[in-house]
């Protein structure tokens, strides 16, 4: 298998503004992700989970060690990373067709290839129908949808998910991950869902690497050997499931006494 | 899908018959207080016994209208006031709105010239009306300078406010799919600012009548201004009254076609595709 993301002893320091000092983010922090697997981040809030992301696209640089993607020296940002954020960041003045289209018109693809690209992202979240519709008039789950049509529709080879279901309410969390699952496994690209729900981590991923409080490093790795990785409802049914979300929730309640 | 679908028309179809009569109901209460605002106007002044010099009656106002179209060349002026109210909005708008973007791209050069900006804008814009006839003379580019600076000011900062408050995830989000500085600020920021840059047309073209008005007043020699001093001049009351009417519909005119134009621009926001 080839290595599609790989972290090396990456560290990120800030420096605070008026303070004094700076904060350090992450610090050493290595792991690799195989092409086409899943890999979930599971870490309390303010660990360096975003930092985690910007250095993954390219929209910042790491204070000491590398980030490789598909081998090669990440200096910027790359076509073949995209993400998408809690927020869908939908445009309100496009439609859906145009808000699947806005990460293409960045490269030089012909106008054919654009709107063939459009079409598969639509059919594939299923949401042919409300190619036309606009952002407002549609639910909090469709427009996560359209999110990720829109990060698929660059052709990426990892995508990079932050918290894309937590702003949504319990019932639409379930649907969606059932949805992004199966589009993520249709499309074969390689994913890192940052989180911090342990059930959404274990009902996702092939592996879950959790992250300590500020400055974050790796503090346990674990592979989650189960079958379904495109159903996470009928994973959870998993009577495993149970073990390792004890396993993983006692790791970061550990470090939550940690720091108090 | 079905689910959701569902969701979507239910919030997207909010019972229209109830709306439609609510608004006829207010239509009629809006002329329901024009009548008696005109009919108060009409009686209670003599009823006082206050002299028509004071206060013209609605009717006297009226009559007044068509000896100002025979004697004064009522629609030359009406024309050389809106012509300028126009220029002068179209001029301030789009220096306006270039410097808002301008200074909105470029941080440095926004926090050095902020102070500059500040102190500009509490200057008092009507003030320099004397200082342009000065340089230009008796003819319409003074008022329309005025008017053009009065306009300037809201709609650079409504500009700028918007370039500083796009949501920088949006940004981000631009960055990460290989775009470059031109194609974020086309396809990003300049739509974004569109709500920011309607309202503060919308301000603008309430402004432009008092920027017109004031160069008028101070050194015109036409325009509806020009006959407030003429007719102050001549004790015509009712030329006055006549005067203030006409600006204020020459307002609400701008006023109407801006928010016209806003509509058919943020058609994608629900909030003004329903007002």
């Known amino acids: 298998m080839a290595t599609e993301l790989e972290f090396r002893a990456v560290s990120r320091r800030f420096a605070a503004h008026g303070k004094g000092g700076a904060v350090t983010a992450i610090e050493g922090l290595s792991f690799s992700l195989e092409r086409g697997e899943f890999v979930a981040v599971l870490g309390p809030s303010g660990c360096g989970k975003s930092t985690l992301l910007g250095l993954a696209a390219g929209l910042d640089q790491p204070t000491s060690g590398l980030v490789l993607v598909e081998g090669q020296k990440v200096r910027g940002p790359n076509p073949r990373v995209a993400f998408m954020l809690q927020k869908d960041l939908l445009l309100p003045w496009r439609n859906l067709a145009g808000n699947i289209a806005f990460g293409l018109e960045a490269g030089d693809l012909p106008v054919d290839e654009k709107q063939a690209r459009v079409q598969r992202e639509l059919q594939r979240a299923r949401l042919t129908d409300f190619a036309q519709a606009w952002p407002h008039q549609l639910s909090g789950g469709m427009r996560q949808r359209a999110a990720l049509a829109r990060t698929l529709a660059v052709d990426p080879g990892i995508i990079l998910l932050d918290e894309p279901f937590s702003a949504l309410d319990a019932q639409t969390k379930l649907t969606l991950r059932r949805s992004f699952a199966a589009t993520i496994a249709d499309a074969g690209v390689t994913a890192l869902l940052i989180t911090h729900d342990v059930g959404e981590a274990i009902a996702m991923a092939d592996r879950v690497l959790v992250m300590s409080p500020r400055p974050g490093r790796i503090i346990e790795t674990l592979t989650i050997d189960l079958p379904h990785r495109d159903d996470p409802l009928a994973r959870s049914r998993d009577p495993r499931f149970g073990s390792l979300f004890d396993h993983l929730f006692e790791h970061l309640q550990h470090d939550d006494e940690l720091v108090a | ?275």
């Open chain 2, 1 to 275: 899908m079905s689910l959701e679908a569902i969701e979507h028309t239910e919030t997207t179809s909010s019972s229209p018959p109830r709306c439609e009569s609510a608004r006829l109901q207010d239509g009629a209460a809006i002329i329901a207080v024009a009548v008696l605002f005109v009919t108060a106007w009409q009686f209670v002044p003599p009823l006082l016994g206050i002299p028509r010099y004071i206060i013209p009656t609605f009717s006297q106002c009226m009559v007044e209208i068509p000896v100002m179209i025979a004697q004064d060349a009522l629609f030359t002026q009406i024309f050389s006031s809106a012509w300028a109210a126009l220029a002068g909005f179209v001029l301030g708008s789009l220096f306006g709105a270039a410097c808002g973007y301008g200074l909105g791209l470029s941080p440095l050069f926004e926090r050095v010239l902020a102070p500059y900006l500040l102190a500009l804008q509490i200057a008092p814009k009507v003030a320099f009306a004397p200082l342009f006839i000065m340089w230009f003379g008796y003819n319409d580019l003074p008022k329309v300078l005025v008017t053009a600076l009065i306009v300037f000011f809201p709609i650079l900062v409504n500009v700028l406010q918007a370039m500083k408050t796009v949501d920088p995830d949006l940004v981000r989000l631009a960055r990460a799919f290989s775009m470059r500085r031109a194609q974020i600020f086309w396809k990003v920021e300049f739509p974004a600012s569109m709500p920011s840059l309607t309202a503060g047309l919308r301000i603008g073209a309430t402004l432009a009548v008092i920027g017109v008005t004031v160069g008028e007043l101070v050194g015109g020699n036409s325009g509806l201004g020009y006959l407030i001093t003429y007719g102050e001049g001549q004790a015509d009351t009712a030329m006055v009254f006549d005067a203030i009417i006409l600006l204020t519909l020459l307002g609400i005119g701008l006023y109407g076609a801006v928010a016209a134009l806003e509509r058919r621009i943020l058609h994608y926001l629900p909030r003004i595709a329903h007002s």
